[in-house]
């Protein structure tokens, strides 16, 4: 086991919308911590998982961050809510913008519809992901 197992635990949050589930987790991938939105997610992230996904980033500071909207048909406000805090979190002071797994097209309409695209870099998987990083911090 892991040391950081119990924090990524923690660090989810799944529901069902209009008969459909979907979980908002923090996974450790190769390329870093990832940020998994997984089927339609609608709601609000409960103060609880955002507080251990904080926990989860915090414990584990040296290794990138980005999301995976891949599998993620739907975002609502709350999830909306939860990406920007993750955001926040991952990036302080506006230090660049945070990479993003093949949004599914529907998600990325709604972040261009609220001017919040340009927080993303899109790229197509984890490999593209562990390269950019690479290049980022030459």
Same mark, same amino acid.
């Given at each position: ?6 924090l990524?635990a @923690? !660090?989810?949050?799944? *529901?069902l919308?209009?008969g459909q589930?979907? #979980?908002?987790?923090? #996974?450790?991938r190769?390329p870093?911590?990832c940020?998994?939105f ?5 709601? @609000?992230?409960?103060?609880s998982?955002m507080? !251990? &996904?904080?926990?989860a980033?915090q414990?584990?500071? *040296?290794l ?6 891949s599998q993620?048909?739907?975002l609502?406000?709350g999830? &909306?809510?939860?990406?920007m #805090?993750f ?7 506006g !230090?660049g ?5 093949n949004p599914?097209?529907?998600?990325m309409?709604?972040?261009?519809m609220? *001017?919040l695209?340009?927080f ?7 490999d593209a992901v562990l390269?950019?990083h690479? #290049?980022q911090?030459?």
């Amino acid at each position: 086991m892991n040391a950081h197992d119990p924090l990524l635990a @923690a !660090a989810r949050h799944g *529901g069902l919308h209009q008969g459909q589930p979907y #979980e908002v987790r923090l #996974e450790r991938r190769s390329p870093g911590l990832c940020l998994v939105f997984q089927g339609p997610v609608p709601a @609000a992230v409960p103060a609880s998982a955002m507080t !251990a &996904i904080q926990r989860a980033v915090q414990g584990m500071p *040296g290794l990138r961050a980005y999301a995976d909207l891949s599998q993620c048909s739907y975002l609502g406000s709350g999830a &909306i809510a939860c990406l920007m #805090e993750f955001l926040r979190l991952v990036s302080p002071r506006g !230090a660049g913008p945070v990479a993003m797994v093949n949004p599914h097209a529907r998600a990325m309409t709604v972040l261009r519809m609220l *001017g919040l695209s340009n927080f993303f870099v899109s790229l197509p998987d984890d490999d593209a992901v562990l390269r950019w990083h690479a #290049e980022q911090h030459r």
